[in-house]
């Protein structure tokens, strides 16, 4: 059978979930990535003895139970992987020294808040109920939506018709919403903080639910070796990688996609032209706005994403393992991040459940400042580059002061400072607005994607951060993987994944 060309622009998790199952199912793939390390955000970088990890906290599918391992297990052997589940997720604190803890567990979770919140005992039961039922909440569909018929949609409701009730609760509510309707002060911070306030309370309560069943654990080592197991599988089945290679274009005849053009003027044809990029980029820039239709226009204008960060990183020449690994707490003071972007309050990610980040005795402390004033990093690093490192100093060294006051014992053991603003994360990735993750999943949205094709546009698709709403590295590796079904469908071709296994040999027999 001949072998098509693929090209996919992009080499983050869309961009190697896309590839890997097209080149299992006998495509000639070839990834295009601006960067010179596969992975996009799901990454990791070294600062002297310290690596510095930016993504993954846990992972939906570490979990032989979840609807997303045999998913995982297609891309790379989850059995080789080592995974942790930490007991407590966060520990909020207040100004008097309260605090409420937010156990993984379900079981200890509803005790603490019964404990520390008895007057809410009703919302309590309610919200660890809810925890419960979806447990096992069936997320990780087997077809894009594209390709299910009727029959098929009717069996998918049959099967979340035990769910809905509780679904639906959840996931027409902001977390900031539903926060507003506990009494205690502390509980009602607890809630609002455990995510994103806007996102649906239906990704906090699936989320502690898949925690509490051990569906959503740590991977050791982090995101960068994550994300190197998946390429190196997909390596290892044929896929090739350009690296520093920056798509400027994608080449179009008579409304089809028909090769790409890189920042060197070099023009690569293919037969099939996938975008796990970012999507403003592909779809205004490349394709010059040309195949815009009305759902895009108004995302594009009036949906929210993510947004950006001042991402610090610290490496301390201490031990901090009797802490709590995520721990938020009042400042004494406001921070101010930039002209728009006011904190009151840190959430400290502390490392020592991962022992490769740090040298024996040495502990990685990560903090995220979001902010959605992206044209101020942009102009800072272009136009004023002394006060831009001035300003990433400054912050680091406000938080170093925060630290010592609450743990104590913190500033004079700093080894590393790390400072990456939403001009650094638009300089790598070049994502839209220096968003981290894409679209904001909010009741409006809920869990619905945008379309993977183009409909006046052949041999073209798009999967990643920009397709599946609400991103999250299990919900974009489903976005490559429906990408590789469409395009197999398209041709004909039977959609063949198999499970990843470590053996090269056992590979090469897999059919």
Same mark, same amino acid.
């Given at each position: 059978?001949?072998?098509?060309?693929?090209?996919? =622009?992009?080499?983050?998790?869309?961009?190697?979930?896309?590839?890997?199952?097209?080149?299992?199912?006998?495509?000639?793939?070839?990834?295009?990535?601006?960067?010179?390390?596969?992975?996009?955000?799901?990454?990791?970088?070294?600062?002297?003895?310290?690596?510095?990890?930016?993504?993954?906290?846990?992972?939906?599918?570490?979990?032989?139970?979840?609807?997303?391992?045999?998913?995982?297990?297609?891309?790379?052997?989850?059995?080789? &992987?080592?995974?942790?589940?930490?007991?407590?997720? =966060?520990?909020?604190?207040?100004?008097?020294?309260?605090?409420?803890?937010?156990?993984?567990? %379900?079981?200890?979770?509803?005790?603490?808040?019964?404990?520390?919140?008895?007057?809410?005992?009703?919302?309590?039961?309610?919200?660890?109920?809810?925890?419960?039922?979806?447990?096992?909440?069936?997320?990780?569909?087997?077809?894009?939506?594209?390709?299910?018929?009727?029959?098929?949609?009717?069996?998918?409701?049959?099967?979340?018709?035990?769910?809905?009730?509780?679904?639906?609760?959840?996931?027409?509510?902001?977390?900031?919403?539903?926060?507003?309707?506990?009494?205690?002060?502390?509980?009602?911070?607890?809630?609002?903080?455990?995510?994103?306030?806007?996102?649906?309370?239906? /990704?906090?309560?699936?989320?502690?639910?898949?925690?509490?069943?051990?569906?959503?654990?740590?991977?050791?080592?982090?995101?960068?070796?994550?994300?190197?197991?998946?390429?190196?599988?997909?390596?290892?089945?044929? #896929?090739?990688?350009?690296?520093?290679?920056?798509?400027?274009?994608?080449?179009?005849?008579?409304?089809?996609?028909?090769?790409?053009?890189?920042?060197?003027?070099?023009?690569?044809?293919?037969?099939?032209?996938?975008?796990?990029?970012?999507?403003?980029?592909?779809?205004?820039?490349?394709?010059?706005?040309?195949?815009?239709?009305?759902?895009?226009?108004?995302?594009?204008?009036?949906?929210?994403?993510?947004?950006?960060?001042?991402?610090?990183?610290?490496?301390?020449?201490?031990?901090?393992?009797?802490?709590?690994?995520? %721990?938020?707490?009042?400042?004494?003071?406001?921070?101010?991040?930039?002209?728009?972007?006011?904190?009151?309050?840190?959430?400290?990610?502390?490392?020592? /459940?991962?022992?490769?980040?740090?040298? *024996?005795?040495?502990?990685?402390?990560?903090?995220?400042? *979001?902010?959605?004033?992206?044209?101020?990093?942009?102009?800072?690093?272009?136009?004023?580059?002394?006060?831009?490192?001035?300003?990433?100093?400054?912050?680091?060294?406000?938080?170093?002061?925060?630290?010592?006051?609450?743990? #104590?014992?913190?500033?004079?053991?700093?080894?590393?400072?790390?400072?990456?603003?939403?001009?650094?994360?638009?300089?790598?990735?070049?994502?839209?607005?220096?968003? /981290?993750?894409?679209?904001?999943?909010?009741?409006?949205?809920?869990?619905?994607?945008?379309?993977?094709?183009?409909?006046?546009?052949?041999?073209?698709?798009?999967?990643?951060?920009?397709?599946?709403? #609400?991103?999250?590295? *299990?919900?974009?590796?489903?976005?490559?993987?429906?990408?590789?079904?469409?395009?197999?469908?398209?041709?004909?071709? *039977? /959609? &063949?994944?198999?499970?990843?296994?470590?053996?090269?040999?056992?590979?090469?027999?897999?059919?």
């Amino acid at each position: 059978m001949e072998k098509k060309k693929v090209l996919v =622009i992009g080499a983050g998790m869309g961009g190697l979930s896309a590839g890997s199952y097209l080149a299992m199912s006998g495509y000639d793939v070839e990834l295009f990535e601006m960067s010179r390390v596969a992975g996009g955000v799901c990454t990791a970088w070294h600062r002297g003895d310290f690596t510095v990890d930016l993504c993954i906290h846990w992972l939906v599918g570490t979990g032989s139970a979840s609807s997303f391992f045999d998913k995982w297990n297609e891309l790379t052997p989850m059995d080789d &992987i080592e995974v942790g589940y930490l007991e407590e997720y =966060i520990r909020m604190e207040d100004l008097h020294g309260n605090f409420i803890r937010v156990f993984s567990d %379900v079981n200890r979770l509803e005790e603490e808040f019964l404990q520390k919140a008895p007057e809410d005992r009703q919302k309590i039961l309610e919200m660890t109920g809810a925890i419960r039922k979806l447990a096992h909440f069936p997320v990780a569909q087997s077809n894009p939506r594209e390709l299910t018929n009727l029959w098929e949609r009717a069996r998918e409701l049959i099967r979340m018709f035990p769910y809905m009730g509780v679904f639906q609760r959840f996931v027409s509510i902001s977390l900031a919403d539903y926060a507003s309707e506990f009494t205690n002060p502390l509980l009602q911070k607890t809630i609002f903080h455990l995510f994103e306030p806007d996102v649906p309370a239906i /990704f906090a309560i699936l989320t502690l639910a898949w925690m509490s069943e051990h569906q959503a654990g740590y991977p050791k080592g982090g995101s960068l070796p994550f994300a190197q197991r998946i390429l190196d599988q997909y390596v290892s089945r044929g #896929g090739k990688v350009r690296y520093e290679s920056k798509v400027t274009r994608i080449l179009v005849e008579a409304d089809r996609a028909v090769g790409i053009q890189l920042q060197d003027g070099t023009v690569v044809r293919g037969d099939w032209v996938v975008s796990a990029g970012d999507g403003h980029n592909t779809l205004f820039e490349l394709l010059e706005g040309k195949y815009l239709t009305k759902e895009l226009e108004t995302f594009y204008e009036k949906r929210h994403t993510f947004p950006s960060l001042v991402f610090v990183a610290l490496g301390v020449a201490k031990d901090l393992k009797d802490l709590p690994a995520l %721990v938020q707490f009042p400042l004494g003071r406001s921070l101010i991040i930039d002209p728009e972007t006011i904190v009151d309050e840190l959430k400290v990610r502390i490392h020592h /459940f991962d022992p490769t980040l740090a040298p *024996p005795g040495k502990t990685l402390i990560t903090i995220n400042l *979001p902010t959605y004033n992206f044209p101020y990093w942009e102009s800072l690093q272009t136009s004023e580059p002394v006060r831009y490192q001035s300003e990433k100093m400054r912050i680091a060294k406000a938080l170093i002061e925060a630290l010592e006051v609450r743990f #104590g014992g913190i500033a004079d053991k700093v080894e590393m400072i790390d400072v990456a603003t939403p001009s650094t994360f638009t300089h790598f990735t070049n994502s839209w607005k220096g968003s /981290f993750e894409g679209w904001l999943m909010t009741p409006e949205t809920g869990f619905r994607n945008l379309p993977h094709s183009l409909p006046r546009l052949k041999g073209f698709f798009m999967c990643g951060q920009w397709v599946a709403v #609400g991103g999250g590295l *299990p919900r974009v590796m489903l976005s490559g993987r429906e990408v590789a079904q469409l395009i197999c469908h398209a041709d004909r071709r *039977p /959609f &063949i994944p198999h499970v990843a296994v470590q053996d090269q040999e056992q590979m090469a027999e897999t059919p």
